[in-house]
């Protein structure tokens, strides 16, 4: 072997060599006789002292033992977390052995923080013609002098491994394989979380009902307020009869008000707000907070507040529907209270969170705080929508309001998503204004031909449904009557919204009769407007978009017109020197 050695190169070697591990393999006793530390294969048969075969040795395939903990309970119990590694950033239960199951990780390779990357820009000196400037100063590491008390590089604190789902999101935005969540069961808040919550004796339970103040009633937790609401007065029965009676605080929590506009009054909101989740069954709310965690607003007074309701031993749950912000919100929470760091996921895609959180730190004392799934409502629209689309339906940016100013038998179109018809009205102009995410289109138009819209232009100029196959997709195509009343003609009176998309507000002086076209199943609800002001610069007939896109296409095609422009210009030096 070594005179092969001498004369063949590595890559001719390698052939030469498996074939003489390959024997070795047969000659020996065992396959793994001559290494002491690592067990024999679960394969091998120890009271046969014969070899096995080639190919029971080699392609047997391995089978992982551990059976897969598919649910959501999370890290809830400390003696689950000991037991079973969890996903700090979305609560799942990790595994190593398959990738098309949920919790999937890849345990990460140790490095020397002081050694890593050390000097990896420079280059050998061998390859440099002279000693250059550092080198002649004395700028020189030693490989040896290196230990573990030299300050050299600035140790780091380790970030957590998270689940393969996690780290796609953080990094590129996206669920890289969607289907893997299918196999998780569906987060039954009745068993995990509300019967702690029912609990007459234990410790003193804070619900933090997050809602979504540019989609209030898509977000709000109608379950959970009724759940809750019916805990408490039974609760609160025994407790004035001498009985055990743990009653829970209820704290209603408003986030991304930053996405409304800063000319709403805080007083007119929080009084919205009172009546709106009264009448959605919260009869019994503690306190109500608007808050933004992207722009610190509010954080302070709520944090505050949870500390005094919660006590030393307390348990807060973060409870509201899917995407509606309490990853980010108790994100915030951690970083306002004294800097403390979490490492619970974000990302505008629903259902981020798959199992309970328990955060650690973030409140003082023995208080927990818990993150837990968002809960579905299947008749938002984004639970229809792909990706893609939820992204143009997804509002990032604060509102602007777009008006237009019409009469019976006009008919406006938000995407390819929602309609407004003007049937009757008792006044001759009626004001209508759409409050959704900038990046969707809206068309304005008669009535009589509307009708045409859904063949014409659903999935092509009204978008989402991105394509034309996506429409029937969606599902039926269905009407809802509506009869409103309005006293003002500067102000918006009443609002018609949709869960997920957003609303239209509806001024008038007067009575009208008007009809909401969308998909079958879909919640829209009237109410009490919102936003009350209008915009004065009204919107014209036919397709619009909002200023953010059109500037955006202008900035795309300008590369497009220099390119065209010096094209023509080289053109006209071609003829001329012909």
Same mark, same amino acid.
């Given at each position: 072997?070594?005179?092969?050695?001498r004369?063949?190169?590595?890559?001719k070697?390698?052939?030469?060599?498996s074939?003489?591990?390959?024997?070795?393999?047969?000659?020996?006793?065992?396959?793994?006789?001559h290494?002491?530390?690592?067990?024999?294969?679960h394969?091998?048969?120890?009271?046969n002292?014969?070899?096995?075969?080639?190919?029971?040795?080699?392609?047997?395939?391995?089978?992982?033992?551990?059976?897969?903990?598919?649910?959501?309970?999370?890290?809830?119990?400390?003696?689950?977390?000991?037991?079973?590694?969890?996903c700090?950033?979305?609560?799942?239960?990790m595994?190593?052995?398959?990738?098309?199951?949920?919790g999937?990780?890849?345990?990460?390779?140790?490095?020397?923080p002081?050694?890593?990357?050390?000097?990896?820009?420079?280059?050998?000196?061998?390859?440099?013609?002279?000693?250059?400037?550092?080198?002649?100063?004395g700028?020189?590491?030693?490989?040896?002098?290196?230990s573990?008390?030299?300050?050299?590089?600035?140790l780091?604190?380790?970030?957590?491994?998270?689940?393969?789902?996690?780290?796609?999101?953080?990094?590129?935005?996206?669920?890289?394989?969607?289907?893997?969540?299918?196999?998780?069961?569906?987060?039954?808040f009745?068993?995990?979380?509300?019967?702690?919550?029912?609990?007459?004796?234990?410790t003193?339970?804070?619900?933090?009902?997050?809602?979504?103040?540019?989609?209030?009633?898509?977000?709000?937790?109608?379950?959970?307020?009724?759940?809750?609401?019916?805990?408490?007065?039974?609760?609160?029965?025994?407790?004035?009869?001498?009985?055990?009676?743990?009653?829970?605080?209820v704290?209603?929590?408003?986030?991304?008000i930053?996405?409304?506009?800063?000319?709403?009054?805080?007083?007119r909101?929080?009084?919205w707000?009172r009546?709106?989740a009264?009448?959605?069954?919260?009869?019994?709310l503690?306190s109500?907070?608007?808050?933004?965690?992207?722009?610190?607003?509010?954080?302070k007074?709520?944090?505050?507040d949870?500390?005094?309701?919660a006590?030393?031993r307390?348990?807060?749950?973060?409870?509201?529907?899917?995407?509606?912000g309490k990853?980010?919100?108790?994100?915030?929470?951690?970083?306002?209270?004294?800097?403390?760091?979490?490492h619970?996921?974000?990302?505008?895609?629903?259902?981020?969170?798959?199992?309970?959180?328990?955060?650690?730190?973030?409140?003082?004392?023995?208080?927990?705080?818990?993150?837990t799934?968002?809960?579905?409502?299947?008749?938002?629209?984004?639970?229809?929508?792909?990706?893609?689309?939820?992204?143009?339906?997804?509002?990032?940016?604060? !509102?602007?309001?777009? *008006? /237009?100013?019409?009469k =019976?038998?006009?008919?406006?179109?938000?995407?390819g998503?929602? &309609?407004?018809? $003007?049937?009757?009205?008792?006044?001759?102009t009626v004001y209508?204004t759409?409050?959704?995410?900038?990046?969707l289109p809206?068309?304005?138009?008669?009535?009589?031909?509307?009708?045409?819209?859904?063949d014409?232009?659903f999935?092509?100029?009204?978008?989402?449904?991105?394509?034309?196959?996506r429409?029937?997709?969606?599902?039926?195509w269905?009407?809802?009557?509506?009869?409103?009343?309005?006293?003002?003609?500067?102000?918006?009176?009443?609002?018609?919204a949709?869960?997920?998309?957003?609303?239209?507000?509806?001024?008038?002086?007067?009575?009208?009769? !008007?009809?909401?076209? *969308? /998909?079958?199943?879909? =919640?829209?609800?009237?109410?009490n407007?919102?936003?009350?002001? &209008?915009?004065? $610069?009204f919107?014209?007939?036919?397709f619009t978009?909002?200023?953010?896109?059109?500037?955006?296409?202008?900035?795309?095609?300008?590369?497009d017109?220099r390119?065209?422009k010096?094209?023509?210009?080289?053109d006209r030096?071609?003829?001329?020197a012909?």
């Open positions: 072997m070594l005179l092969l050695a004369n063949h190169s590595l890559p070697l390698k052939p030469l060599l074939l003489s591990l390959i024997s070795h393999s047969f000659t020996t006793q065992t396959p793994y006789s290494f002491t530390s690592i067990p024999k294969p394969f091998q048969n120890p009271t002292s014969q070899p096995l075969p080639f190919s029971t040795i080699f392609f047997k395939p391995f089978s992982s033992s551990k059976s897969l903990q598919l649910n959501r309970e999370g890290n809830y119990d400390e003696a689950t977390t000991q037991a079973h590694l969890v700090p950033g979305c609560g799942v239960h595994q190593d052995s398959d990738p098309k199951n949920p999937f990780f890849l345990k990460p390779s140790t490095k020397d002081r050694t890593y990357r050390l000097g990896a820009h420079l280059e050998h000196v061998a390859h440099e013609p002279e000693f250059n400037d550092s080198l002649k100063r700028l020189i590491i030693d490989p040896e002098k290196l573990s008390e030299s300050n050299l590089v600035e780091k604190p380790e970030k957590p491994v998270v689940c393969a789902r996690c780290h796609s999101l953080r990094h590129y935005g996206k669920v890289k394989d969607p289907t893997v969540e299918n196999l998780l069961p569906d987060f039954d009745d068993h995990t979380v509300g019967r702690k919550l029912a609990l007459a004796s234990g003193r339970s804070v619900v933090l009902m997050v809602v979504d103040a540019a989609d209030f009633d898509g977000s709000f937790p109608k379950k959970v307020a009724k759940l809750v609401s019916d805990t408490i007065e039974e609760h609160s029965a025994a407790w004035k009869q001498g009985k055990s009676g743990n009653v829970p605080r704290v209603l929590v408003v986030t991304k930053d996405l409304l506009p800063s000319s709403l009054s805080p007083t909101l929080e009084h707000v009546t709106r009264r009448e959605g069954g919260a009869n019994k503690t109500v907070h608007l808050v933004s965690a992207v722009r610190d607003w509010g954080l007074n709520l944090v505050d949870v500390v005094s309701l006590g030393p307390g348990n807060v749950w973060a409870i509201g529907a899917q995407n509606a990853s980010t919100l108790i994100n915030a929470i951690g970083k306002h209270v004294e800097g403390k760091i979490t619970l996921t974000e990302a505008p895609v629903p259902g981020t969170t798959l199992g309970i959180v328990r955060v650690e730190g973030v409140l003082p004392g023995h208080t927990k705080l818990f993150d799934p968002g809960l579905l409502n299947p008749h938002q629209i984004t639970t229809r929508l792909t990706r893609e689309e939820q992204s143009l339906v997804n509002i990032s940016k604060e !509102l602007k309001p777009r *008006t /237009y100013r019409i =019976d038998g006009y008919s406006v179109h938000i995407a998503l929602m &309609r407004l018809d $003007i049937e009757e009205s008792s006044v001759d209508v759409a409050w959704a995410s900038p990046y809206l068309h304005m138009g008669k009535t009589e031909n509307a009708c045409t819209m859904v014409e232009h999935g092509r100029q009204l978008q989402p449904p991105i394509g034309e196959t429409v029937k997709e969606l599902g039926k269905v009407r809802k009557e509506f009869h409103i009343s309005g006293n003002s003609w500067d102000s918006s009176s009443v609002d018609i949709a869960a997920g998309l957003g609303w239209f507000a509806v001024g008038l002086k007067g009575e009208a009769v !008007l009809s909401v076209w *969308t /998909y079958d199943g879909i =919640d829209v609800v009237l109410r407007a919102l936003l009350p002001n &209008r915009s004065y $610069i919107e014209v007939a036919g978009v909002s200023k953010i896109v059109s500037k955006a296409d202008q900035a795309s095609n300008k590369p017109h390119s065209e010096k094209r023509k210009q080289s030096k071609e003829s001329v012909c």
